[in-house]
């Protein structure tokens, strides 16, 4: 492998790190009920970001790591909580359909918001095990492997799915209540906040 290749993987992986620990922080606090109120936009900003990452993955060539067995990443992070957190939540909303694969098949499978996060989150905890014990390269590879066969396709129908949720949420409302939310913006007064 090329010197300036190895630049870049270093680099996708410092990225999808970064990223990764971010995705679980926002998880973890949202599903500890922390700002409910505006938890449809910060799960659906936190799902998008992560498309990014997992794109780049994706658009790679494949991660060969230096063994050929992947070494013990320690135990499996524990998301139940933050499972039935999400869960609480998202109460009532949780759950959604889709088609299992646009490609090969056209059956509608029935899935939980909940669900999809947390297996995403249980994903890249794994890869961050490798990540955190020096393990750079397995780190990337299990992340790009993991985005291939699972937590893309998850994040994805979830990312579908709160993006739904938000539409509904904004375009469906009462447009009385929508027209007295806009003259209270527009009467209101300017702030005297320094910028």
């Known amino acids: 492998m090329s010197e300036s290749m190895e630049r870049e993987l270093a680099v996708l992986a410092e990225e999808t790190a970064r990223e990764a620990g971010t995705y679980l922080v926002a998880l973890r606090e949202l599903a500890s009920g922390g700002r409910p109120d505006t938890a449809l936009p910060l ?13 780049r993955l994706g658009a790679m060539v494949d991660v060969v790591p230096h063994d050929q067995f992947e070494a013990d990443a320690g135990p499996e992070a524990n998301v139940e909580g933050v ?23 056209g059956e509608v499978v029935h899935g939980l918001i909940s669900d999809d996060l947390t297996q995403v989150a249980s994903d890249l905890a794994h890869g961050l095990h490798h990540w955190e014990a020096g393990r750079r390269q397995e780190a990337l590879w ?36 929508v027209m007295e939310a806009e003259m209270a913006a527009l009467h209101a007064e300017p702030s005297t906040d320094p910028v």
């Open 83 to 105: 499972r039935n957190g999400l869960h609480d939540l998202l109460a009532g909303v949780d759950d959604y359909v889709e088609v299992e694969d646009p490609v090969t098949s």
């Open 43 to 55: 799960l659906l900003l936190a799902t998008t970001q992560l498309q990014a990452a997992g794109a």
């Open 142 to 177: 299990w992340w790009q492997f993991s985005y291939l066969s699972t937590w893309g396709e998850r994040l994805a129908a979830a990312t579908r799915a709160l993006h739904s949720l938000l539409a509904h949420v904004r375009l469906d409302a009462d447009e009385e209540m």
